[in-house]
Nanobody, 114 residues
């Protein structure tokens, strides 16, 4: 997608880690509050982490202490480092501006299963 492209998902066992990547246009990267969202089966989409242009971060209670959102200026890329994954983290993960752009991208599937 021209706007935002997610990658890095996969199938892992509980306790393992993944790093998701989101390539963003420079203007969005430099000035927008960017976020990771996820949608699990039977649930509404939820915002799990966000990062501002100044580097301030906010996390959902469900991922606090396990996930870290970060930015790489050289690559115009936002990352989500996910550690100590649990089955409840299974979902399709999307990146977007907090003031959402439409349409949403394809997302990337994360499955945590033993």
């Amino acid at each position: 997608q021209v706007q935002l492209v997610e990658s890095g998902g996969g199938l892992v066992q509980p306790g393992e880690s993944l790093r998701l990547s989101c390539a963003a246009p420079k203007n969005l990267f430099d000035f927008a509050i960017l976020a990771w969202y996820r949608q699990a089966p039977g649930k509404q989409r939820e915002r799990v982490a966000e990062i501002s242009a100044s580097g301030s971060t906010v996390y959902a209670d469900s991922v606090e202490g396990r996930f870290t959102i970060s930015r790489d200026a050289a690559k115009n890329t936002v990352y989500l480092q996910m550690n100590n994954l649990i089955p409840e983290d299974t979902a399709v993960y999307y990146c977007n501006r907090v003031r959402n752009l439409k349409p949403w991208g394809q997302g990337t599937q994360v499955t945590v299963s033993s």
